[in-house]
């Protein structure tokens, strides 16, 4: 089960703001921060999104940003 504290380890270990974590989901910075404290919804929708992102989020290089390797 995703805990509060997963997903604040997971995103501050990657260096991403709760804004640009949000964002993966589609949610805002202020629902971000609300999971961080309360935990996150138990919606089976919400937690398959949150598994996803934070999968997302350990396969990428410690201090990698988000639009490294894009192409303009």
Known sequence: ???AEHIKSARVTADESQAAFGARIGVDQSTVH???TEGPPKRPL???ALA?????LAKRPANATADSGASA
Not at 52 to 56: C, K, N, P, V, Y
Request: net charge positive; proline share 0%; charged share 35%.
């Open 1 to 3: 089960m995703i805990t």
């Open 34 to 36: 609300r999971w961080e």
């Open 46 to 48: 919400i937690q398959t």
């Open 52 to 56: 996803r992102a934070l999968r997302e």
